[in-house]
């Protein structure tokens, strides 16, 4: 068996090297020319992007890629539906065409992505690229930490896209200050409320202001056949058992009531979130809106991928999450009536806001300027010519065109173009079979470039409450730090909090169980890690 192995190496590494050889050099860039972009989160095209997308390499380099073969490249992403793109979707063979690779897509279903991650880790078995979600993951950490990843950061200064990366971002994703992944850029005040404004007016009552309007709405919409519909069949706001970087809501709603994002400071130094009592009262309030009803009582195994349904299906009124959903929904909810032929196109039945204010006024939970990154294993690419082309392929994803295609599909079969808006066809389940999905592998660096969807006042309202958000976000003091205690006990650690947060909230911990479990919490490394991430940032402020 090893001799095979053996054997193997041996023979893919001759294979490479005749390959380079034969492509004369190939191209870093791997071939250039104008491409386009996509998602529904904003940004503004740039002719400067495009211009440098169309002068991608030498025509030397570009002559040499159009003979190299296609490059494998599999990639292991998350998906929110339960339908997705095939590797033979049509969209999926205009990016090989374009890219010149072959894709192979590994889907994981968002919810038990972490898990998944984690086992694909331990198993050494890593595809090309693989989607990191928390750089701090202790078991990635751990990993990087090896040698089994990639360092990036002085290469992505090669390619014409990927160089324009946001220093911000790039230490926010960076351990120990090397960066092991290409990240995924995103608006840093993203997180909000979204609610059916339809149902609002229905019962009667204003946006809500305050944590107890906020209440009032939930009631309400339990309470007030808010459909008018005649039969008692709606609840306030729907969670799910997520408990990835936003907690399926919670880490939102918890800052209303001023607990930290995730580390606060107090008296000069760093107390971890549930140790304080703003964090409690938050949990008192979850609990609250359990125990009445006003969310799903199945949250605690609600898969994410469904969680837009009970707002599109007139079951729920309100969604805790980024705000651009708003406008997903709101087409969701336009495209079901269509089909009863019941729709208002001209009516907007979504609407979102950035938070509620408690008693420490308007706070925001702040993305990181990225969600997640895209890392390459050095098992999957072994040597640093082939590591050139796999970031080449993410430098091209950040083409405008390619950004359209992986966000949108093919016009003329996903989508039409009208006044230069793209408008979807009405046919979602060729959408999600042949493109949703795709734009998890866009890195959007610098921007979203793409040609947008018509931009509604909803989208409009969606672009200015973000940019309006970065005023009340709450950082995390302890970003940039890695912690030697969380990468050897984080997991088992945040396993504590989640499991004792979510019991809590069903009733299976009362108070005294929950405190409880904050001590086992502590005597099973918590200590150690306040004890040392004080270290750090003592370190740090001098």
């Known amino acids: 068996m090893r001799k095979a192995k053996k054997w193997a190496v041996v023979l893919t590494a001759l294979l490479l090297a005749l390959s380079v050889l034969s492509a004369c050099g190939g191209g870093k860039n791997n071939g250039g020319g104008n491409s386009g972009g996509s998602g529904d989160a904003g940004g503004t095209s740039s002719s400067t992007g495009s211009q440098t997308g169309s002068n991608t390499g030498s025509s030397e380099d570009n002559q040499a890629s159009e003979t190299e073969p296609p490059l494998e490249i599999s990639i292991m992403l998350p998906i929110f539906k339960t339908n997705y793109p095939s590797d033979d979707s049509p969209v999926v063979q205009e990016i090989n065409k374009r890219a010149n690779v072959k894709l192979h897509l590994e889907w994981v279903p ?81 997180n909000g409320i979204n609610y059916r404004k339809d149902w609002l007016e229905n019962v009667g009552l204003e946006p809500p202001k305050t944590i107890d309007d906020f209440y009032n709405m939930l009631k309400a919409f339990k309470e007030q ?24 809501g919670f880490d939102i709603i918890k800052l209303w009531f001023g607990a930290p994002n995730k580390w606060g400071v107090v008296d000069g130094k760093l107390v971890p979130e549930h140790q304080t009592p703003e964090y409690l009262e938050a949990l008192r309030f979850m609990k609250k809106l359990y125990d009445e009803k006003l969310i799903n009582q199945d949250f605690a195994v609600y898969d994410s991928a469904k969680w837009n349904d009970p707002v599109v299906n007139g079951q729920a009124g309100v969604i805790v999450d980024v705000t651009d959903n708003a406008a997903r929904l709101d087409d969701a909810i336009h495209r079901a009536l269509a089909q009863e032929g019941k729709d208002q196109p001209d009516v907007h039945f979504v609407d979102n806001m950035i938070g509620v204010v408690g008693d420490h006024g308007l706070r925001a939970l702040p993305t990181s300027g990225f969600a997640g990154m895209l890392a390459i294993p050095k098992s999957a690419v072994k040597t640093e010519e082939e590591l050139d082309r796999v970031l080449a392929f993410l430098d091209k994803m950040n083409e405008p065109e390619l950004q359209t295609l992986a966000g949108y599909g093919i016009e003329g079969v996903h989508y039409t173009l009208e006044d230069g808006y793209i408008v979807r066809i009405d046919d979602p389940v060729k959408l999600e079979s042949e493109v949703e999905g795709l734009n998890q592998m866009l890195p959007f660096i610098p921007e979203d470039q793409g040609l947008k969807v018509k931009q509604t006042p909803l989208r409009q309202k969606t672009a200015e409450l973000q940019k309006e958000a970065e005023q009340y976000v709450v950082p995390n003091p302890a970003e940039p730090f890695i912690s030697t205690v969380y990468s050897q006990k984080g997991q088992q650690l945040d396993n504590i909090i989640n499991d004792a947060r979510i019991k809590y909230i069903v009733g299976q911990l009362d108070e005294a169980g929950l405190l409880q479990a904050f001590e086992t919490w502590k005597k099973s490394g918590g200590d150690d890690l306040v004890k040392e991430m004080n270290e750090l940032y003592a370190a740090a402020n001098p």
């Open 110 to 190: 968002n919810s038990s992505y972490t898990d998944k991650f984690n086992i694909t880790l331990a198993s050494g078995k890593l595809p090309t690229i693989i989607y990191v979600p928390d750089v701090k993951n202790p078991n990635f950490v751990n990993a990087v930490k090896a040698g089994a990843f990639w360092e990036v950061g002085e290469k992505m200064k090669n390619y014409p896209y990927l160089s324009q990366a946001n220093p911000v971002i790039m230490k926010n994703s960076s351990i120990e200050g090397k960066n092991y992944g290409v990240y995924r850029g995103r608006a840093l005040g993203r």
């Open 225 to 248: 056949d808010p459909d008018r519909n005649g039969k008692d069949d709606t609840y306030g706001m729907v969670l799910v058992k997520w408990t990835g970087q936003w907690a399926s």
